[in-house]
């Protein structure tokens, strides 16, 4: 490729277009993946404000703000958006999108157009929602029949944004797994790509092959609702398990649609900041899709108490507790990466740490809940919202503000102020603890989930996660303000402010509209830090 | 402070033999991971911008080290959950039968001495019981956490479960699955009796629980009524509508009903929509109230219209 | 380890090296088509439960299908499947004009399929046979409802694809939009294979 020589061109940062139809018509994937971002922050403090408000109704047994329809319409409007809107999309779209591409070395996915109609799809799933509030749904996000037959409330409309939403994803999920497979730079062998291209393209999978099923659920929901089909009904001969055993054959797998973009993002920001390589590239690679695989397999966990048969709910108990094993294995590799460091606390670096410390318990909780016996008692209580938060906010959520500020300057080309983002970090790291923490013990003591209402023994932890919560917002709401200001008030970022070897840090932030200027040859893979010469084991 | 709830059924011990070796596994293995960051963390901290680190790319026998052992942990706790659970599944052949109702959002629940109760279930102190469940509407979900036992009540099949419960006394029985509006006011009590109360009771002498209430002034007893037989759930007393038209403020006034034409809210109006609900519908609500015939006695019914005219 | 070559890849723009493209588009079509089967796969699986629940009202009901009608249908469908293989093979011998002739047939052929089932439905809803009348014709209408939705969405395809055609677009070196079209249709036409036995000739 050396004989081609470019005549002098300008670096144009892929931010200089102003005008908001220079965003909404771009298929420049930076720019999609800068719009993803903003849509999902905005979800994501808008159903955080939902959450505070139930936590707020629950601060004292009895009615405080809300009464129960309308504690029942903010848990299942947290839920949803927080799922549908936020966590699934989220880390894959945004991030995927802009990092991707810099990445492989390419010069952006394989179908942008396709990109751009992936993020339409989106906007127009968010707006159907936001039509649906006229009549608010108060069915939770799992949608559980015969109860969503039933409501009055607008659940149509509801399953219909989260449809479209769904065509999204796989749009999503499709151009991403074709990316990675044709448009990788000369070199850039399947062995040699950021552990972030690999989780995400496990993501992708799991995107393309669980994602039809709820949409044809939710299908069949929508019909059964127009037309009564009677396929979940059982008055009318249909099976209301038969629509919990479709909606976990997704769901589960679209919880590793969530949380694996995470594991990949603190894969990239350990050993950047440890300045090691990751340990066991390989291990944690396949891990990733043992992890994306295993998860098909273990749908019905959700349902050891829902009727099913006692051998289907021990095999399905086994499965649950084989993905513990690859998930271990993730853990115990970020950690060793630490081993010998040089180790820099940057605020990202301290929430990929928060995000090992937080996900493990978020796992361990979850062996708690694959265990037969356990499960019967646990099931449904606070326990298994604690052990669920843990794993999305812990994992996910923490992996997700690590890559806003791993990734900040590269993207808008600015830095933000450092000391106020580590007080943010350690506020929502405390909030987070105070907040859920206690669930786990509401949930052992027998608290039920989703309760508007609660009987007096509950009433210390409940106050206390409360106020938690309010610790949680506080630091939210600073580490948001901090991020925005870097905006407007920021330095100007050097190319690559932590010395990283990663691909996307080689080009100027922010990087041009084409990425590279000429299409990099790639030669190793990149965590190559340290001393190759002290080899040891 | 305590994490479980108290142990009143005889496999509630074995349950949380179960818990406590997980969490017990479970710790181990957090402060483990726990230690070897704030250690790491600390330690190799960064001196200066030169700092020398070794290229260490992986471990074969750590990795294999940390995949094996944790493989092994998991599969011990596969097993004890199973084990354990197995019995919990398996009722002996003993074991009295109550069927039991969920419906939005109450309890019925029915003996083979033909008796019928709401939101109270009474069973025997260390006789096994049978609970076998159906639901007349959406899913519900049997949960009695002192007895470590849950189980769904869904629509078109029965579903059971069973235990002994070994304690004495008045345990809290929750809806575990979301059902709707009255979801968290779903609440029951499981009655525990020796046997010798039980026995009294079956033969429908005189429950405790009656004799208590019997020196009750009416509107008393019909403000325990409300609170114990599920009206709460769909009847305010605030004046919100609920499931139900609310309570306050309704005895002696004009209600439209479903037919277009209205009857005043007396005695007797009030007493058909609590014995014969589906008779005369007010407008603007659905009719899913349950018949209380044969559930509630006539001082029953006099209490709780005693109750309601004293919410103006 | 799959290589790829990247060496033309020099240009400032977006465009890709059509090598490339033409197997990325090729690709990604495949995978789509994966989404799609499994789309189906959900109510196959419903299918599958709820015949082996109700077997003999699944075999009571089927008698109400029209199996002449269906099996018409049928016949058109694969027959629209050749036309359209012969379409891509035509273009790839750079003959336009024959590829006009032959997206023509198959969007017919489409929409000859479409009256039919028009016809089909309304002569059910006559006899007050709706998806509210029983599981086997909630399933009736649902995959032969959402496989008509595909149906109409190739038709659209294709007729885009006539109008590029005949506007020059298309040519022996380039005509990856009508082979990936094509695959589409032929999916279309795949799932109506495995429909038609499974509703209308249940023994």
């Known amino acids: ?537 | 402070m305590n994490w479980l709830p108290e142990q009143a059924s005889d496999f509630a011990g074995r349950v949380d033999t179960v818990i406590w070796f997980v969490t017990i596994i479970s710790l181990i293995s957090f402060i483990l991971i726990t230690i070897g960051l704030v250690y790491f963390a600390i330690k190799y901290r960064r001196r200066s911008e030169n700092d020398e680190t070794p290229y260490i790319t992986g471990n074969l026998f750590l990795e294999m080290l940390w995949t094996v052992i944790p493989s092994i942990l998991v599969m011990v706790i596969f097993v004890y959950g199973f084990v354990v659970y197995r019995d919990m599944r398996t009722p002996p052949q003993d074991a009295l039968e109550v069927n039991v109702t969920g419906k939005q959002w109450l309890w019925q629940f029915q003996y083979q001495n033909g008796k019928s109760t709401i939101n109270e279930l009474y069973v025997q102190q260390d006789k096994p019981v049978k609970v076998v469940m159906r639901s007349d509407d959406v899913i519900h979900s049997f949960f009695v956490p002192a007895f470590r036992v849950k189980q769904d009540l869904i629509g078109g099949m029965y579903t059971y479960l069973w235990f002994t419960p070994t304690k004495v006394g008045i345990f809290d029985l929750y809806c575990a699955e979301y059902c709707g509006t009255g979801h968290s006011a779903m609440l029951g009590k499981v009655i525990v009796m020796s046997p010798e109360a039980y026995d009294r009771w079956e033969k429908g002498e005189e429950e405790e629980e009656g004799k208590a209430v019997a020196g009750l002034p009416p509107d008393q007893l019909g403000e325990k009524l409300y609170k114990e037989r599920g009206c709460n759930a769909c009847h305010s007393i605030d004046g919100s509508t609920l499931v139900g038209p609310t309570w306050k403020g309704l005895f002696g006034h004009e209600v439209s009903l479903t037919d277009g034409s209205t009857v005043t809210a007396d005695e007797n109006y009030i007493r058909q929509s609590i014995l014969e609900p589906q008779a005369k519908m007010v407008k603007g609500f659905g009719p899913v109230m349950p018949a209380f015939k044969g559930i509630l006695s006539d001082d029953d019914v006099a209490a709780i219209i005693a109750y309601i005219k004293t919410l103006k | 380890m799959e290589e790829i070559a990247m060496e033309d890849t020099h240009s400032h723009g977006h465009q890709i090296d059509p090598k490339v493209e033409y197997s990325a588009a090729k690709f990604g079509m495949w995978l789509f088509l994966g989404t799609e089967i499994l789309l189906f796969g959900g109510l196959f699986a419903a299918y599958a439960i709820f015949r082996a629940k109700y077997a003999e009202l699944f075999h009571e009901q089927h008698k109400e299908l029209d199996v002449t009608l269906g099996a018409i249908n049928t016949v058109v469908l694969i027959f629209s499947s050749l036309t359209m293989a012969m379409g891509v093979s035509a273009i790839q011998r750079g003959k336009r004009n024959l590829l006009s002739i032959l997206l023509v047939i198959t969007i017919l052929c489409g929409i000859a399929f479409g009256v039919n089932k028009y016809f089909e439905y309304g002569a059910k809803f006559e006899h007050h046979l709706t998806p509210g009348t029983s599981i086997f014709f909630a399933l009736y209408f649902m995959m032969t409802g959402l496989h008509m939705l595909h149906v109409f969405a190739g038709i659209t395809i294709l007729t885009v694809l006539l109008v590029l055609n005949l506007k020059g677009k298309f040519s022996a070196n380039y005509n990856t939009p009508i082979e990936v079209g094509g695959l589409y249709w032929h999916l279309v036409d795949l799932i109506w294979i495995y429909l038609f036995p499974l509703l209308y000739l249940i023994s």
């Open chain 1, 1 to 537: 490729m050396a004989n081609h020589t470019i005549a002098e061109t300008l670096y144009v940062p892929y931010l200089d277009e102003k005008g908001i139809l220079s965003w909404l018509l771009s298929t420049d994937h930076k720019r999609i993946g800068i719009m993803y971002l903003i849509s999902i922050s905005t979800s994501f403090l808008i159903a955080g404000i939902s959450s505070l408000l139930m936590r707020l109704e629950l601060i004292a047994p009895g009615k405080t703000i809300v009464d129960a329809h309308q504690y029942n319409v903010l848990f299942t409007f947290h839920g949803t958006v927080m799922v549908f809107f936020f966590i699934v999309p989220g880390l894959a779209a945004s991030l995927g999108n802009f990092l991707i591409p810099l990445m492989i070395g390419a010069r952006d996915v394989a179908f942008p157009k396709l990109n751009l109609g992936s993020y339409w799809l989106y906007l127009l799933g968010a707006t159907i929602l936001l039509i649906s509030l006229l009549k608010p749904a108060d069915t939770g996000w799992t949608f559980y029949t015969p109860y969503s037959i039933k409501t009055g409330t607008d659940v149509i409309l509801l399953t219909t944004g989260i449809f479209i939403l769904g065509m999204s994803s796989i749009l999503t999920g499709l151009n991403f797994i074709v990316t990675i497979h044709k448009l990788r730079a000369p070199g850039m062998t399947w062995h040699r790509l950021n552990l972030f291209v690999w989780a995400s393209y496990a993501t992708a999978i799991l995107q393309l092959l669980a994602t039809p099923v709820v949409g044809i659920t939710l299908l069949l929901l929508i019909m059964e609702r127009v037309f009564g089909i009677g396929f979940f009904d059982p008055a009318k001969g249909g099976d209301p398990i038969l629509f919990q055993n479709f909606f976990w054959f997704y769901s589960h797998p679209a919880v590793y649609i969530m949380i694996l973009p995470a594991f990949g993002v603190i894969s990239e920001i350990i050993p950047v900041f440890s300045r090691k390589p990751i340990f066991g590239y390989k291990a944690m690679a396949y891990s990733l899709l043992a992890i994306a695989l295993i998860s098909f397999l273990v749908w019905a966990h959700h349902m050891f108490v829902s009727g099913m048969s006692e051998v289907a709910a021990t095999i399905f108990s086994f499965l649950t507790m084989l993905v513990a094993i690859p998930t271990a294995i993730k853990v115990f590799n970020w950690t060793a990466t630490l081993y010998k460091g040089s180790i820099q606390l940057h605020s990202a670096m301290l929430y990929a740490l928060s995000l090992i410390f937080l996900f493990t318990i978020g796992g361990l909780t979850g062996v708690f809940l694959g265990s037969l016996a356990v499960d019967v008692h646990l099931h449904d209580t606070y326990f298994v919202v604690a052990h669920m938060h843990y794993v999305m906010i812990g994992g996910t959520v923490m992996g997700f503000f690590g890559a806003l500020h791993f990734w900040y300057p590269k993207m808008f080309g600015k830095m933000f102020n450092e000391k106020v983002a580590k007080v943010a970090w350690a506020l929502i790291f405390i909030g987070f603890n105070v907040t859920f923490f206690p669930q786990f013990i509401l949930g052992t003591l027998g608290m039920p989930r989703r309760y508007a209402d609660y009987p007096p023994e509950f009433h210390s932890l409940h106050e206390l996660s409360t106020i938690g919560s309010l610790i949680l917002g506080i630091g939210v709401f600073i580490m948001t303000v901090n991020l925005l200001r870097g905006l407007t008030n920021g330095e100007k970022a050097p190319e690559n402010p932590y010395n990283s070897v990663s691909l996307e840090w080689q080009v100027p932030s922010p990087p041009p509209h084409e990425n590279f200027e000429k299409i990099p040859v790639v030669t190793d893979y990149p965590y190559v830090y340290g001393k190759k010469n002290t080899q040891e084991g």
